[in-house]
């Protein structure tokens, strides 16, 4: 699977976008993007994922870059809740189904 | 529809004891992987269970073993505990293969394990 990079931390203030970048410069073409997060020492959540096209559902929208070599996790409205740690995981189509975890963002959403 | 549950919830042990965890998944989901999150190495896989057999391993010692029933419902055991084994035991299902992608994992709330 393909590695990817995330910065360590964010701030957002709470009622703005919060808008997470990850690279994966070396994702092949059948290679998913999914973002999942973790709120302290709960299980993670998963969020969202996609493959070229961008998504959005409920809780997020996903934007992925034309050359899919990197993507941006956005939260329209963030809120305290939104505070956790955003993790994005490539993972291969149709195989056996490991994540792999990096270390993800802190993000941290303040008054 | 109820999500992934898994027991017990927090669980102390002492060195060289040996310990069973239980995950069930979310109904319908026939796949179950075990990952174990640690300050130090973070959330790293364990393994993976899919129609009671092991589709995948991660890189573990043997003392750490697994095994999955005919309704889904997966047990990890971990042998002559260590010190090093108090993490948090997390348990993910999802539906399992499906040849197109997106076999999302649902995670549980996890077991943390504290071994004294």
């Known amino acids: 699977d393909a590695k990817t990079t995330q910065p360590p931390s964010m701030d957002c203030a709470e009622g703005r976008a919060a808008n997470l970048p990850c690279n994966h410069s070396?994702?092949?073409?059948?290679?998913?993007v999914y973002w999942y997060r973790q709120i302290h020492s709960q299980g993670p959540q998963y969020i969202i994922h996609g493959l070229k096209n961008n998504e959005t559902n409920e809780m997020a929208s996903l934007i992925i870059t034309e050359d899919r070599k990197s993507s941006t996790l956005i939260l329209p409205h963030a809120t305290l809740r939104d505070t956790a740690v955003y993790y994005c995981i490539v993972r291969v189509v149709g195989t056996a189904s490991k994540l792999t975890f990096g270390t993800g963002t802190r993000l941290q959403v303040t008054l | 529809k109820a999500g992934v549950t898994q027991t017990p919830r927090y669980l102390i042990k002492t060195r060289g004891q040996q310990v069973t965890l239980s995950c069930s998944p979310i109904s319908g989901h026939r796949s179950v992987s075990w990952y174990q999150q640690t300050p130090g190495q973070g959330l790293q896989f364990l393994f993976e269970?899919?129609?009671?057999?092991?589709?995948n391993k991660g890189n573990f010692p043997g003392r750490f073993s697994g095994r999955q029933f005919s309704n889904s419902r997966s047990e990890m055991n971990v042998s002559t505990l260590e010190l090093g084994d108090s993490a948090l035991y997390l348990c993910?299902?999802?539906?399992?293969?499906?040849?197109?992608?997106?076999?999302?994992?649902?995670f549980g709330p996890g077991t943390r394990l504290l071994v004294l």
């Open positions: 993910a299902s999802s539906l399992g293969p499906s040849g197109g992608g997106g076999e999302t994992q649902y």
């Open positions: 070396t994702i092949s073409g059948n290679e998913y």
């Open positions: 269970y899919f129609s009671e057999t092991q589709r």
